[in-house]
């Protein structure tokens, strides 16, 4: 390009740019889902051209929250869902139904029991005496347990095979002889 010797930079007038400006992105789809519409399955992992932009007015401990557009393969319908910082996850929406995940709410159950636990342990300390006993109990059947599988796979390594083929040779000859007597 040329620039003449009189240029400025500074006589250009800036982009004036909205807030909620869209890009568009590839992305994979983050979880499992189901189009309302059509009832097509979308799986985790699939590609799609995606409309990306900030949510306005919402930010979780200063980080953005994206909101991503996506179509369904089948009928194109419009698909939402936007980044969910808090819980390193995604939230639908609307256009589709997440689908079923046994591990998340496992992880959920897990955490309100040892939330339930802890506030119990807080008020009464007879029942902290009592989870740790229940506690050192587990730990020893585990031990024994794993004691056991120790020993039986000891008694399991001293098995000679050698000897063991030795004595079926024996008793195949032994065989044949008494088929040929």
Do not use: W
């Amino acid at each position: 390009k040329y620039y003449p010797p009189d240029f400025d930079p500074a006589k250009i007038p800036k982009l004036k740019l909205p807030k909620d400006r869209q890009y568009v992105v590839r992305l994979m789809a983050p979880f499992n889902m189901r189009c309302k519409t059509c009832g097509e399955y979308i799986y985790k992992g699939k590609k799609f051209n995606a409309r990306k932009e900030t949510v306005q007015n919402e930010a979780y401990l200063g980080l953005p929250i994206f909101r991503f557009y996506i179509k369904c393969t089948r009928c194109l319908a419009e698909i939402t869902f936007k980044t969910d910082p808090e819980n390193t996850d995604y939230t639908m929406e609307h256009g589709a139904t997440r689908n079923f995940q046994a591990e998340k709410l496992l992880e959920e159950e897990e955490k309100r029991i040892q939330k339930e636990r802890e506030e119990e342990e807080l008020n009464n300390p007879m029942k902290v005496l009592e989870n740790r006993t229940k506690d050192s109990k587990l730990e020893m059947e585990v031990l024994e347990n794993l004691q056991e599988l120790k020993e039986l796979n000891q008694r399991q390594a001293n098995v000679d095979f050698e000897a063991m083929l030795q004595q079926y040779k024996e008793y195949e000859e032994e065989q044949k002889r008494r088929e040929q007597e």
